[in-house]
């Protein structure tokens, strides 16, 4: 079992930047990939970013060159660094593991983006 809690979230206006942090921990020695996914009201769950325990990312298109995801290994925690907010980007941000053959999520963290 692995446990995923979020942080980082909150009200920003259009331009601004801001850091979502994910914490994992329980069974973490096998996790291989961790990225964020977001959902906003209306719409399904979209992959924003993802990271592979080897450090290759990949990003949805309408976030690349303005997000960032990191990974400390040591410390089982995965960021996403967010530039140049847009309003667009509103939504609840879920951080997600693979690891034992299943998907893990974390409770989720609202990022508003103000116009």
């Known amino acids: 079992q692995v446990q995923l809690v979020e942080s980082g979230g909150g009200l920003v206006q259009a331009g601004g930047s801001l850091r979502l942090s994910c914490a994992a921990s329980?069974?973490?020695?096998?996790?291989?990939?961790m990225g964020w996914y977001r959902q906003a009201p209306g719409k399904q769950r979209e992959r924003v970013a993802v990271?592979?325990?080897?450090?290759?990312?990949s990003y949805a298109d309408s976030v690349k060159g303005r997000f960032t995801i990191s990974r400390d290994n040591a410390k089982n925690t995965v960021y996403l660094q967010m530039y140049n907010l847009k309003p667009e980007d509103t939504a609840v941000y879920y951080c997600?593991?693979?690891?034992?053959?299943?998907?893990?999520w974390g409770q989720g963290t609202q990022v508003t983006v103000s116009s």
């Open positions: 329980g069974s973490t020695f096998s996790i291989d990939r």
């Open positions: 997600n593991c693979f690891t034992g053959g299943r998907d893990y």
């Open positions: 990271i592979r325990s080897g450090g290759s990312t």
